[in-house]
């Protein structure tokens, strides 16, 4: 281990075809999405906080924790009982109200703090946010034009490196990637919130680079093998770059992993998403965007070669 | 590519070893007060503390000076012996309007009305109208111009309020035309930092108007104001300011003699001692009124003139208000209110157990990295684990450089940065493998490798870059902070994986010149 390798993924004389299975590859892929789309109606996403405006107070009791109480001084502050729920171990509760135009979250907030200092006396308040609705329009507008137009630029610099074909291919792979995970994130009840919109903008560019990589190849190979039918040029990249893809795609797992199990509840919900999104975007660069290129670039990237009658 | 001058050698052990210099800060103490020390700030998730965003109402700004400046056209009308009728304020069209009682008087409205003061230059224009109406419009530059007056003002009196709760590194920025951030760290209950900056403090003296008794209609010139002394009955004051707050030069929480009580002691400049003195002079026996933010305050009787410019506010405080109303009047009125939008507040405790997670992950990270290199990339991945470490440390270089603020998810970002980081060093060394294995030497397939990697590597660094910049574009706290240490950690990456673990490679083979390569 300190000289020679010890272990590997693939042969380097692995070929794998992997084009065969490229039908199979896309219909998975598009009824994947398309009961992500579904559940994106229906139930659709938990937002969070930050998208959904409102209250959160996390608070510590001396001793466990009395529900009861709680409501009840809520109540007498004219503060909804709805939200108290309880989390973690037995001193810890969780209020949670929703907020709407016309409730000024700065005030309740305080209301919020006046009641748990009065139904437990010694409690410490360990987190409160309070959003306003026009903040987390604001917030949320943002975010997807983040993600909006890193979508662009992407497309606009691969467009700019490659040919379009590669451009529309990544792009179009990248908004299936996506979807996906907007299903995932509907599944596991993750709220959705600008901590999730980074997860998301994280994939999105590893996923992008995974993409690259491999397009590189059958750049390169499409200079090198002049005559070599696309869907063969195409699977001998894939090939060719499988040790490196999935030994990148390993190190970003592996530097993921620790922040799903120690991370906290802040960054658990987020590292769980990115490692979603690792496989899917791994998985995606092999079995999606290649197929996509070679149905988009069958015509023109190789025009003076007839396809194989497969 | 194969080549090193001693020039690219020393500058790149040179980085390194000036990376592990700037990253010294962080971790020792400052031994002389004159040097620089520039370290990284840890984000308010982790070491608790508070995050107010506020909106400052920069509409009430326009309809202020819309009122005022319809009481100025009154006067000044009344003064010239002009007459009008149907005087309105449109606060949608920024413009007061009104009918001239006689139409031949127009032009000398218009002209009377043009040579009112100005706070700003051409803060309005004077015109009539086809209806035979005049109008007054203020331009929409002018209200843009003191609106920024307004907020940078604000900001400076929300320094000035927050300096004196004694808060530690408050940090007041101003983010977009009308917003201000508030960050305070260690203090995780803010709800007197907000009822401060919640509170415009405007504070004037007036005199009471007696001709209306308590709950009736206010008379002409005079307003029904709450007066706070007499449990919010209501009572008509004047209009007219007699003294301003703003003429204020110090105020102190102190303790009334006579009722031993809590009471704020002030004293006025000279203008403002002039005008006391004036006022308490010529209407003794009289209430005057002390109004803060339309409420009274107290209003008491005028028993003597007070010439010496102090005086002493007696309202029903105990020592906490006192003192607070102490502190806003010495800070000074804001020129717009101000309300709070969002609220993020992080308890010490919470802030511990995160960094704890936080580098719990990074460190378990970190060594996942460096044994999956070792065992599937032997001597090269102990190369590039070695460039690893100096990653992290130019990382933590950058953002001491740069005194930029550390949040929980900006530690994610290191982590995945050193995640992604290898991918370079994979991408040079499988190309080296498949030239091996198309039979080529080892220094030729060293060279093909970094050569035919290195566009790759920027290609695919260039996407993942775009994606982030617009991450620390659009959003804000701690994911900007996450988007900030990803784009540091690609730029480092590329310098640590281009340069020294290719450095490495290279030294090694010079000094071994191995026929095989360790792949």
Same mark, same amino acid.
């Given at each position: 281990?300190?000289?020679?390798?010890?272990?590997?993924?693939?042969? !380097?004389?692995?070929?794998?075809?992997?084009? #065969?299975?490229?039908?199979?590859?896309?219909?998975?892929?598009?009824?994947?999405?398309?009961?992500?789309?579904?559940?994106?109606?229906?139930?659709?996403?938990?937002?969070?906080?930050?998208?959904?405006?409102?209250?959160?107070?996390?608070?510590?009791?001396?001793?466990?924790?009395?529900?009861?109480?709680?409501?009840?001084?809520?109540?007498?502050?004219?503060?909804?009982?709805?939200?108290?729920?309880?989390?973690?171990?037995?001193?810890?509760?969780?209020?949670?109200?929703?907020?709407? $135009?016309?409730?000024?979250?700065?005030?309740?907030?305080?209301?919020?703090?006046?009641?748990?200092?009065?139904?437990?006396?010694?409690?410490?308040?360990?987190?409160?946010?309070?959003?306003?609705?026009?903040? !987390?329009?604001?917030?949320?507008?943002?975010?997807?034009?983040?993600?909006?137009?890193?979508?662009?630029?992407?497309?606009?610099?691969?467009?700019?490196?490659?040919?379009?074909?590669?451009?529309?291919?990544?792009?179009?792979?990248?908004?299936?990637?996506?979807?996906?995970?907007?299903?995932?994130?509907?599944?596991?009840?993750?709220?959705?919130?600008?901590?999730?919109?980074?997860?998301?903008?994280?994939?999105?560019?590893?996923?992008?680079?995974?993409?690259?990589?491999?397009?590189?190849?059958?750049?390169?190979?499409?200079? $090198?093998? #002049?005559?070599?039918?696309?869907?063969?040029?195409?699977?001998?990249?894939?090939?060719?770059?499988?040790? #490196?893809?999935?030994?990148?795609? !390993?190190?970003?797992?592996?530097?993921?992993?620790?922040?799903?199990?120690?991370?906290?509840?802040?960054?658990?919900?987020?590292?769980?998403?990115?490692?979603?999104?690792?496989?899917?975007?791994?998985?995606?660069?092999?079995?999606?965007?290649?197929?996509?290129?070679?149905?988009?670039?069958?015509?023109?990237?190789?025009?003076?070669?007839?396809?194989?009658?497969? | 590519?194969?080549?090193?001058?001693?020039?690219?050698?020393?500058?790149?052990?040179?980085?390194?070893?000036?990376?592990?210099?700037?990253?010294?800060?962080?971790?020792?103490?400052?031994?002389?007060?004159?040097?620089?020390?520039?370290? *990284?700030?840890?984000?308010?998730?982790?070491?608790?503390?508070?995050?107010?965003?506020?909106? %400052?109402? +920069?509409?009430?700004?326009?309809?202020?000076? &819309?009122?005022?400046?319809?009481?100025?056209?009154?006067?000044?009308?009344?003064?010239?012996?002009?007459?009008?009728?149907?005087?309105?304020?449109?606060?949608?069209?920024?413009?007061?309007?009104?009918?001239?009682?006689?139409?031949?008087?127009?032009?000398?409205?218009?002209?009377?009305?043009?040579?009112?003061?100005?706070?700003?230059?051409?803060? /309005?224009?004077?015109?009539?109208?086809?209806?035979?109406?005049?109008?007054?419009?203020?331009?929409?530059?002018?209200?843009?111009?003191?609106?920024?007056?307004?907020?940078?003002?604000?900001?400076?009196?929300?320094?000035?309020? *927050?300096?004196?709760?004694?808060?530690?590194?408050?940090?007041?920025?101003?983010?977009?035309?009308?917003?201000?951030?508030?960050?305070?760290?260690?203090?995780?209950?803010?709800?007197?930092?907000?009822?401060?900056?919640?509170?415009?403090?405007?504070?004037?003296?007036?005199?009471?108007?007696?001709?209306?008794?308590?709950?009736?209609?206010?008379?002409?010139?005079?307003?029904?104001?709450?007066?706070?002394?007499?449990?919010?009955?209501?009572?008509?004051?004047?209009?007219?300011?007699?003294?301003?707050?703003?003429?204020?030069?110090?105020?102190?929480?102190?303790?009334?003699?006579?009722?031993?009580?809590?009471?704020?002691?002030?004293?006025?400049?000279?203008?403002?001692?002039?005008?006391?003195?004036?006022?308490?002079?010529?209407?003794?026996?009289?209430?005057?009124?002390?109004?803060?933010?339309?409420?009274?305050?107290?209003?008491?009787?005028?028993?003597?003139?007070?010439?010496?410019?102090?005086?002493?506010?007696?309202?029903? /405080?105990?020592?906490?208000?006192?003192?607070?109303?102490?502190?806003?009047?010495?800070?000074?009125?804001?020129?717009?209110?101000?309300?709070?939008?969002?609220?993020?507040?992080?308890?010490?405790?919470?802030?511990?157990?995160?960094?704890?997670?936080?580098?719990?992950?990074?460190?378990?990270?970190?060594?996942?990295?460096?044994? /999956?290199?070792?065992?599937?990339?032997?001597?090269?991945?102990?190369?590039?684990? %070695?460039?690893?470490?100096?990653?992290?440390?130019?990382?933590?270089?950058?953002?001491?450089?740069?005194?930029?603020?550390?949040?929980?998810?900006?530690?994610?970002?290191?982590?995945?940065?050193?995640?992604?980081?290898?991918?370079?060093?994979?991408?040079?060394?499988?190309?080296?493998?498949?030239?091996?294995?198309?039979?080529?030497?080892?220094?030729?397939?060293?060279?093909?490798?970094?050569?035919?990697?290195?566009?790759?590597?920027?290609?695919?660094?260039?996407?993942?870059?775009?994606?982030?910049?617009?991450?620390?574009? /659009?959003?804000?706290?701690?994911?900007?902070?996450?988007?900030?240490?990803?784009?540091?950690?690609?730029?480092?990456? +590329?310098?640590?994986?281009?340069? &020294?673990?290719?450095?490495?490679?290279?030294?090694?083979?010079?000094?071994?010149?191995?026929?095989?390569?360790?792949?």
């Amino acid at each position: 281990m300190f000289e020679r390798p010890l272990l590997r993924f693939v042969r !380097s004389d692995t070929k794998i075809n992997f084009m #065969r299975g490229r039908f199979a590859g896309l219909a998975t892929s598009a009824v994947l999405s398309l009961i992500s789309l579904a559940l994106f109606f229906h139930p659709g996403l938990t937002l969070g906080l930050d998208f959904k405006g409102g209250i959160v107070v996390e608070a510590k009791t001396n001793g466990p924790a009395d529900f009861a109480k709680i409501r009840a001084a809520l109540a007498a502050h004219n503060v909804s009982t709805g939200g108290v729920q309880a989390f973690g171990g037995p001193d810890d509760v969780l209020i949670r109200l929703e907020a709407d $135009k016309n409730t000024d979250t700065n005030a309740v907030v305080d209301q919020v703090r006046h009641a748990v200092a009065e139904a437990q006396p010694g409690a410490t308040v360990v987190r409160a946010d309070a959003v306003g609705a026009s903040v !987390s329009a604001e917030l949320f507008r943002n975010g997807m034009l983040a993600l909006g137009l890193s979508l662009l630029m992407i497309l606009g610099y691969i467009w700019f490196r490659f040919e379009w074909e590669f451009a529309l291919s990544a792009v179009v792979t990248l908004v299936l990637d996506l979807t996906k995970t907007v299903g995932f994130l509907v599944l596991t009840h993750f709220e959705f919130d600008l901590v999730m919109v980074a997860a998301i903008l994280t994939i999105l560019g590893y996923s992008t680079n995974d993409k690259v990589v491999v397009y590189d190849r059958v750049r390169e190979n499409l200079r $090198k093998y #002049r005559t070599m039918p696309l869907r063969e040029l195409i699977d001998l990249s894939i090939n060719e770059t499988l040790n #490196r893809t999935l030994g990148t795609s !390993s190190t970003v797992f592996l530097a993921a992993l620790p922040l799903a199990l120690f991370g906290g509840a802040t960054l658990s919900g987020f590292a769980w998403v990115m490692l979603f999104g690792i496989v899917v975007g791994t998985s995606s660069s092999i079995f999606i965007a290649a197929p996509l290129l070679l149905l988009l670039g069958e015509k023109r990237l190789r025009k003076d070669v007839r396809p194989p009658s497969a | 590519m194969m080549y090193y001058s001693r020039l690219r050698m020393l500058s790149v052990v040179g980085v390194c070893l000036l990376g592990l210099v700037l990253c010294a800060p962080n971790f020792m103490q400052r031994p002389l007060p004159s040097m620089p020390w520039r370290q *990284i700030h840890l984000g308010l998730d982790l070491r608790g503390g508070s995050y107010l965003l506020m909106q %400052v109402d +920069l509409k009430s700004l326009a309809k202020d000076r &819309l009122q005022s400046l319809s009481d100025g056209v009154r006067q000044a009308l009344l003064a010239g012996g002009l007459g009008y009728r149907d005087i309105r304020v449109d606060a949608q069209k920024q413009q007061i309007t009104f009918t001239p009682r006689d139409p031949s008087e127009r032009d000398r409205d218009v002209k009377t009305l043009d040579a009112m003061p100005r706070v700003v230059p051409n803060e /309005f224009s004077v015109a009539s109208q086809p209806d035979g109406s005049v109008a007054l419009t203020l331009s929409p530059d002018a209200m843009k111009l003191r609106a920024q007056d307004a907020v940078t003002q604000s900001i400076e009196i929300v320094r000035r309020r *927050i300096d004196a709760t004694g808060a530690i590194d408050p940090e007041i920025t101003r983010q977009g035309e009308d917003r201000i951030v508030v960050e305070l760290p260690g203090v995780s209950d803010p709800e007197r930092v907000k009822a401060l900056l919640g509170t415009t403090a405007r504070m004037t003296f007036r005199l009471v108007d007696e001709s209306a008794g308590a709950g009736q209609i206010a008379p002409a010139g005079a307003t029904m104001l709450p007066d706070m002394d007499a449990g919010g009955q209501m009572l008509a004051v004047r209009d007219h300011i007699e003294v301003d707050g703003a003429d204020l030069t110090n105020a102190g929480a102190t303790t009334d003699q006579q009722t031993g009580g809590w009471a704020v002691s002030f004293s006025l400049d000279s203008v403002g001692t002039r005008a006391f003195a004036n006022v308490t002079q010529a209407n003794v026996g009289r209430r005057f009124a002390i109004v803060l933010d339309d409420k009274v305050i107290e209003a008491p009787v005028i028993h003597t003139a007070i010439t010496g410019g102090n005086g002493l506010i007696t309202g029903n /405080f105990d020592a906490a208000k006192a003192t607070d109303l102490a502190l806003l009047l010495k800070a000074g009125a804001l020129p717009v209110p101000l309300t709070v939008m969002e609220e993020r507040s992080i308890g010490p405790s919470l802030g511990a157990d995160s960094i704890r997670a936080g580098a719990i992950s990074l460190g378990v990270g970190f060594f996942f990295v460096i044994a /999956f290199m070792a065992l599937f990339y032997g001597r090269f991945g102990w190369y590039a684990n %070695v460039a690893l470490l100096a990653n992290l440390v130019l990382m933590a270089a950058i953002l001491s450089l740069f005194e930029a603020t550390l949040t929980l998810p900006g530690m994610a970002g290191m982590l995945l940065t050193l995640g992604m980081a290898v991918d370079a060093n994979i991408l040079i060394i499988e190309r080296i493998r498949e030239e091996i294995g198309r039979g080529r030497s080892a220094l030729a397939a060293m060279q093909a490798g970094f050569e035919r990697a290195t566009s790759t590597i920027v290609d695919s660094n260039a996407t993942a870059l775009l994606a982030h910049v617009m991450l620390f574009v /659009f959003g804000t706290g701690p994911v900007r902070g996450f988007a900030l240490t990803i784009t540091i950690g690609i730029v480092t990456t +590329l310098f640590t994986t281009l340069m &020294l673990s290719r450095l490495l490679m290279v030294r090694w083979y010079a000094l071994r010149r191995p026929t095989t390569l360790p792949v």
